[in-house]
């Protein structure tokens, strides 16, 4: 049976503020609702290898749900980081940290890892999305120009693949597009056609 049709026996739940995120999932005729705004602490072992962090992530916010689901319920989180030269990069800070960031993807490839998480009364299942994204080298005037028009800080890694520094100086990404908006759609439409065969 077509996926869409399936889930009209279930209520899917988006637990995240990011609205890339939402726009996405809307886009694939997926109805949801909105997880009501609650705290998960984003911590995670030193030790954890940088690629792992994100499904770390997105399982500590589902198992964060403040109340229990209920029958036909699918709950969804998710997490992004970028990983360049083995460095976590989050959101940044502040404009000198975001600044710093774009100096260190500057003529690099980095990977973009989401984390994803569905969850219902009774099972949960995890996987994760990764995608090589190169850029080529920026001058310190178009990063500034960036930084201080586009205000990049609340993404992962201090950039929008949406804004204009991916028109302009991402020369190459190899895997999904989607996965380095924050939501790698494909995937995820894939894994809840699978976690809703009963």
């Not at 637990?15 to 995670?44: H, I, K, M, N, V």
């Not at 000198?96 to 890892?113: C, F, I, K, Q, W």
């Not at 994204?133 to 693949?161: N, Q």
């Amino acid at each position: 049976m077509f996926l869409i049709e399936k889930l009209k026996d279930y209520r899917l739940i988006l637990a995240s503020r990011s609205p890339r995120r939402r726009q996405l999932l809307a886009d694939c005729g997926l109805d949801f609702t909105l997880a009501c705004d609650y705290e998960a602490e984003e911590r995670y072992p030193a030790d954890l290898a940088p690629e792992s962090v994100p499904v770390f992530l997105s399982e500590l916010k589902s198992e964060a749900y403040p109340r229990p689901l209920a029958a036909g319920e699918i709950l969804i989180t998710a997490d992004t980081v970028v990983v360049a030269a083995g460095r976590i990069l989050g959101k940044p800070s502040g404009r000198d940290e975001a600044v710093s960031m774009l100096r260190l993807l500057s003529g690099r490839t980095h990977s973009v890892v989401t984390g994803v998480t569905l969850r219902d009364a009774s099972r949960r299942k995890s996987f994760d999305s990764r995608t090589a994204v190169t850029f080529r080298t920026l001058s310190e005037e178009e990063i500034a120009y960036y930084v201080d028009r586009y205000r990049p800080y609340d993404k992962a890694g201090s950039y929008g693949i949406q804004e204009w520094i991916g028109y302009v100086a991402i020369e190459r990404i190899e895997g999904s597009f989607y996965n380095v908006m924050g939501l790698p759609v494909q995937k995820l439409y894939t894994a809840l056609n699978d976690f809703t065969e009963r």
